[in-house]
């Protein structure tokens, strides 16, 4: 069963999110220049077929998809939502705009080609559980692409930012230290591009969904 994020917690991400949406776009612009490059392009140029963004912020990712995808977008924060939507209207992009929990995706399983997630993974409280998430919702077969800041490559930038860590995450739940690419191996998933730059900083990666014959297969049933 899916752990969606409890609703006191959501409530709070919630409220954090709504009030930085409004300056979202200024801010994550200075690290995009700085840190990002050309990440969202890389992530995007590789979607394809029946796409899902999960926490699609503002739609910064809109402007670079290819043509001819279709676009679900899902995000936890309604102000977000709202900016994303006019991002879309302004680019006039049709895109299917959801509020939801990537923790618990209110999507049948096997129901996309490609799910995208930039500099969320980063965000969710629980992103063990939102990988395995984007794992079921993904035909076999299907892609996965992720862009985040995860933990350096040298102790001692770890070390900077555990200390940072101890104001990010009450504050936003903003975790500096993690490393998604784990939980996409422990999904099964066969990494087909996996780029670390900036200290290790910057990773980005596109991985595989194993096709249907070879996914783990459910243990027997238990008995009565
Ligand atoms: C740093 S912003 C990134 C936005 C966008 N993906 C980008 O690349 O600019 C993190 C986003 O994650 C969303 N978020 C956090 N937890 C979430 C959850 N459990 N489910 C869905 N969205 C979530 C926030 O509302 C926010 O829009």
Redesign the pocket.
């Known amino acids: 069963m899916p752990q ?2 409890s609703e006191r917690r ?1 409530q709070r ?2 409220r ?3 009030k ?2 409004r300056n ?1 776009d200024k801010q ?1 612009a200075f690290w995009e220049r700085r840190l990002f490059g050309d990440g ?1 392009q890389w992530v995007c140029a590789q979607a394809e077929g029946e796409v899902l ?9 809109l402007p670079h998809y290819p043509a001819g995808i279709r676009l679900t977008g ?4 309604p102000a ?2 709202e900016l994303a939507r006019r991002h879309a209207q302004q680019l006039g992009l049709e895109v299917d705009l959801r509020l ?4 618990a995706l209110e999507v049948p399983d096997a129901s996309f080609d490609t799910v995208v ?4 993974l ?5 992103q063990r559980q ?1 990988v395995a998430e984007m794992a079921r919702v993904l035909r076999p077969g299907g892609r996965l692409l992720l ?1 985040d800041h995860v933990a350096a490559a040298p102790r001692w930038v770890r070390a900077i930012q555990w200390l940072l860590e101890r104001v990010t995450i009450p504050l936003g ?2 975790h500096l230290r993690r490393r998604p690419l784990h939980q996409v191996q422990a999904e099964g998933f066969e990494i087909q591009r996996h780029e670390r730059t900036k200290l290790g900083i910057v990773e980005r990666l596109a991985a595989r969904k194993p096709p249907a014959a070879t996914l783990p297969q459910p243990g027997p049933a238990a008995g009565p």
């Open positions: 969606q994020v959501a991400l919630r954090y999110w709504d930085h949406a979202y994550i969202r963004e999960v926490a699609i912020g503002t739609g910064r990712n899902i995000d936890l924060s977000m939502l939801g929990d990537a923790q997630c930039t500099l969320s980063c965000a969710i409280p629980d939102a862009l739940e903003e």
